[in-house]
Nanobody, 132 residues
Framework: EVQLVESGGGSVQAGGSLRLSCTGS????????MGWYRQAVGGEREGLSC????????YYADSVKGRFTISRDSAKNTLYLQMSDLKPEDTAMYFC?????????????????????????WGRGTQVTVFS
């Protein structure tokens, strides 16, 4: 069974930092273009960042550029989102996604470049709350 499990969310004061993790089981994250998106209560899904296979290309939404950094750890089969200078408007549920068929695209990442027919997957999310 393929699973993506997010962790690292929590409550933090504005200006603080958090690092989100997304660990995969049943799939090798390095074989997938990966991304993060978020959704606030009553809000729409917002793509935040994605990283192409090989890690050479990354994309960021304007709302998080310069504050968030996406990265991979191949040995741990884990995707990260380092978030700094957090703001109350960053409060949302954060999801990681292996971009592919059936999964939401994230910014400039629409499909798996290695196998465009590959299925996509996403996790159940981790809550981030930023208070002022």
């Amino acid at each position: 069974e393929v699973q993506l499990v997010e962790s690292g969310g929590g409550s933090v004061q504005a200006g603080g930092s958090l690092r989100l993790s997304c660990t995969g089981s049943g799939l090798t994250l390095d074989d997938h273009t990966m991304g993060w998106y978020r959704q606030a209560v009553g809000g729409e899904r917002e793509g935040l960042s994605c990283i192409k296979i090989g890690g050479g290309e990354t994309y960021y939404a304007d709302s998080v550029k310069g504050r968030f950094t996406i990265s991979r750890d191949s040995a741990k089969n884990t995707l990260y989102l380092q978030m700094s200078d957090l703001k109350p408007e960053d409060t949302a549920m954060y999801f990681c996604v292996a971009v592919g068929v059936g999964a939401p695209p994230v910014l400039g990442c629409f499909y798996n470049e290695r196998d465009p027919s590959a299925l996509g997957y996403w996790g159940r999310g981790t809550q981030v709350t930023v208070f002022s």
